[in-house]
Nanobody, 115 residues
Framework: QVPVVESGGGLVQAGGSLKLSCAAS????????MGWFRQAPGKQRDMVAT???????HYADSVKGRFTVSRDNAENTMYLQMNSLKPEDTAVYYC?????????WGQGTQVTVSS
């Protein structure tokens, strides 16, 4: 069973919206925090948003006011609602799950925003 799986990426026009999902396996253990990162071609992987087990959120300045991270604890699933998308948001988006034993990364989901 794959520990972490992202979904929801796709192609959208500038100004549009997408909602990404990150499903963590039930066997993954106790989750301390979850987060979204993204990596554009030729660039480093950057933090987009994080969510602690207590519900504290943190966003990159470039997405504040446009993106919202949330979590369904019962389903062990994290979401990233992305509104007012811009071409510069184009990247592969990765989910990470931090547990007491190790950090897990998903395989990534492509988000492409056309101008």
């Amino acid at each position: 069973q794959v520990p972490v799986v992202e979904s929801g990426g796709g192609l959208v026009q500038a100004g549009g919206s997408l909602k990404l999902s990150c499903a963590a396996s039930g066997s993954i253990g106790s989750i301390n925090g979850m987060g979204w990162f993204r990596q554009a071609p030729g660039k480093q992987r950057d933090m987009v948003a994080t969510l602690t087990s207590s519900g504290t959120t943190h966003y990159a300045d470039s997405v504040k006011g446009r993106f919202t991270v949330s979590r369904d604890n019962a389903e062990n699933t994290m979401y990233l609602q992305m509104n007012s998308l811009k071409p510069e948001d184009t990247a592969v988006y990765y989910c990470t799950v931090v547990t007491t034993m190790k950090d897990y990364w998903g395989q990534g989901t492509q988000v492409t925003v056309s101008s």
